[in-house]
């Protein structure tokens, strides 16, 4: 099965050149997800695949990244502090949520089957996963 940019609809490229194109209109500043959605005139559901279609296509022609920032909303950026900063953000919430599903899930499963070999391969890859994860989180040039 292709993968989800492999996959994009007619309809989520038109929505993803509404979004950039409404960006482009606020310049430098941002927009909040609602005022992004209003400005557009795009439903919430059609604006998520507008952001998410824009993010492959930025990716493929190597523009400026599309950002959300509690301050400012969405935006593009080519700060690399502020790139830098919203990059460890994520890193870190993707950091939690490996810990969650360690605790949560795969620790119980191997108290339930320590012998068993998948969850111990497993264990020990989110094992690695974690303390990378760890490592470029604690990064303090931010």
């Known amino acids: 099965m292709p993968r989800a940019s492999e996959r994009r609809s007619a309809a989520a490229e038109r929505h993803a050149d509404t979004v950039r194109f ?8 941002g927009l909040a997800f609602n005022q992004l959605s209003r400005a557009a005139d795009l439903s919430p559901s059609q604006t998520r695949a507008g952001l998410a279609c824009l993010r492959d296509i930025i990716a493929e022609r190597g523009w400026p990244p599309l950002i959300w920032t509690r301050a400012d909303g ?5 700060d690399p502090t ?13 950091l939690t949520e490996i810990r969650r599903f360690i605790t949560g899930i795969v620790a119980p499963h191997l108290a339930l089957q320590p012998k068993g070999r998948w969850v111990k391969h497993l264990n020990t890859q ?4 974690e ?12």
């Open 22 to 29: 409404v960006l482009f209109e606020a310049r430098p500043a």
């Open 82 to 94: 502020e790139l830098q900063a919203v990059e460890v953000a994520v890193i870190r919430e993707k």
């Open 131 to 142: 303390s990378t994860l760890e490592m470029i989180a604690d990064y303090s040039d931010v």
């Open 126 to 129: 989110l094992n690695s996963v």
């Open 74 to 78: 969405y935006k593009f950026c080519s």
